[in-house]
């Protein structure tokens, strides 16, 4: 009981957990006949309370307990084990879920210190946390499963059901800087930096619409793009700005 499981190819993954007696450390395959256990050295230590998702080409393993919390990443290749040491860790927890999303994995909840209520993303080589304007509550054992490109999650100690829907990517359109990966919604699209923050009276632009050669990535506007229009301010006339091209700025008007 307290074990993990995972799919990779054709077969499930199971690692560890508890007897009742013993805490576990053995990996056994289903291969849809047969259990089959896989002996390996390194294996993650015995541990229960953990989670496992698949993750591309291999299944990721977070966390759990053995009597004391557990915060280790490990990786399996379909014949090995290896531990991995990633430049950045969600804290040490049990009782946390996590599920398959693209090429990585998803991750949300459990008891560390207190109940937890952060989402981490495993892409392969690192965690990176997710920040997220709506998020469920702080729970633990509760579930959660892929479904097309979100994940669902249900239960715990508090029986909500939430969607993960993952953040767009550079380039996708936008109302919100929340609804992009890189927090950033300028000139209708996710963008790869701020890139001003919308100010129309700037030289830069992240959108093909705003003057950009392609969207998502921020660009200097070309050399005599207005900046600001033309004006007449207590009947003087006032010329134009234009943009350098070699500045963000908008230069002021003479």
């Not at 005599?224 to 229009?229: D, G, H, K, S, V």
Request: aromatic share 8%; glycine share 12%.
């Amino acid at each position: 009981q307290l074990h993990a499981m995972a799919t990779l190819g054709s077969k499930i993954v199971l690692f560890g957990g508890t007897n009742g007696f013993s805490i576990l450390s053995d990996t056994w395959e289903w291969d849809g006949m047969t259990w089959v256990e896989r002996t390996t050295a390194p294996a993650p230590p015995a541990r229960y309370n953990h989670a496992m998702a698949t993750a591309g080409t291999k299944v990721v393993l977070f966390g759990g307990t053995n009597g004391s919390l557990l915060g280790d990443t490990w990786e399996w290749s379909g014949s090995s084990w290896t531990k991995r040491t990633p430049a950045e860790n969600p804290p040490a927890r049990d009782g946390h879920a996590m599920a398959p999303l693209g090429n990585g994995a998803l991750l949300f909840g459990g008891t560390g210190s207190s109940t937890l209520s952060d989402t981490w993303f495993w892409d392969g080589a690192t965690w990176i946390q997710q920040n997220s304007t709506s998020t469920p509550p702080a729970i633990a054992g509760h579930a959660m499963s892929k479904l097309g490109n979100k994940v669902m999650l249900f239960g715990g100690n508090g029986a909500t059901t939430w969607q993960w829907v993952p953040p767009a990517a550079d380039g996708a359109t936008c109302s919100s800087d929340a609804a992009c990966g890189s927090g950033a919604c300028v000139d209708g699209v996710c963008c790869s930096t701020p890139c001003g923050g919308n100010d129309l009276t700037d030289c830069q632009a992240c959108s093909i619409a705003a003057g950009a050669s392609v969207d998502g990535v921020c660009e200097l506007l070309p050399a005599t793009t207005e900046c600001r229009a033309a004006t007449c301010e207590r009947d003087i006339a006032v010329s134009q700005a234009v943009c350098s091209g070699t500045s963000m700025d908008c230069p002021a008007r003479v």
